[in-house]
């Protein structure tokens, strides 16, 4: 029997859309047999891509998907956060800078083993990826 690979879900641009994205993540993750403090670092990430989400990214009227991939025989785990809104992320300037957004992606980069932005047609994706400790 072959594991599942790919597990996704579509939201609406409502607040309450990022506590049921952590609900549904830590329901697949857990699925697939994760555990320890990598689902927590999972969590939390896919709760900070998906308020980016949210907040920067998503239109009135629109939506944006979150894509969960089982890779490399489920030795690594890939996030990814589709939305259909314009711009691209950035980081902030870094402590003291004053800045108010970017910092989750601060927290990303400091828990997901990687992480980027990748295109889409309209929009983007912001993805993170970890790999499964011994």
Same mark, same amino acid.
């Given at each position: 029997?072959?594991?599942?690979?790919?597990?996704?879900?579509?939201?609406?641009? &409502?607040?309450?859309?990022?506590?049921?994205?952590?609900?549904?993540?830590?329901?697949?993750?857990?699925?697939?047999?994760?555990?320890?403090?990598?689902?927590?670092?999972?969590?939390?990430?896919?709760?900070?891509?998906?308020?980016?989400?949210?907040?920067?990214?998503?239109?009135?009227?629109?939506?944006?998907?979150?894509?969960?991939?089982? &890779?490399?025989?489920?030795?690594?785990?890939?996030?990814?956060?589709?939305?259909?809104?314009?711009?691209?992320?950035?980081?902030?300037?870094?402590?003291? =800078?004053?800045? &108010? =957004?970017?910092?989750?992606?601060?927290?990303?980069?400091?828990?997901?083993?990687?992480?980027?932005?990748?295109?889409?047609?309209?929009?983007?994706?912001?993805?993170? =990826?970890?790999?499964?400790?011994?």
């Amino acid at each position: 029997m072959r594991a599942e690979v790919v597990r996704e879900r579509f939201w609406r641009r &409502e607040r309450r859309s990022v506590r049921e994205v952590r609900e549904f993540v830590r329901e697949v993750v857990r699925g697939w047999g994760w555990g320890g403090d990598r689902v927590d670092d999972v969590l939390l990430c896919a709760n900070e891509l998906a308020a980016n989400a949210l907040v920067h990214g998503v239109p009135p009227g629109r939506g944006y998907l979150v894509r969960l991939v089982n &890779e490399d025989a489920g030795r690594r785990l890939r996030v990814e956060v589709h939305d259909s809104g314009d711009g691209r992320p950035a980081i902030p300037g870094g402590p003291g =800078s004053g800045e &108010e =957004s970017g910092r989750g992606l601060l927290i990303v980069g400091a828990l997901a083993d990687t992480w980027g932005v990748g295109e889409r047609e309209p929009g983007k994706v912001l993805w993170c =990826s970890f790999t499964r400790r011994p």
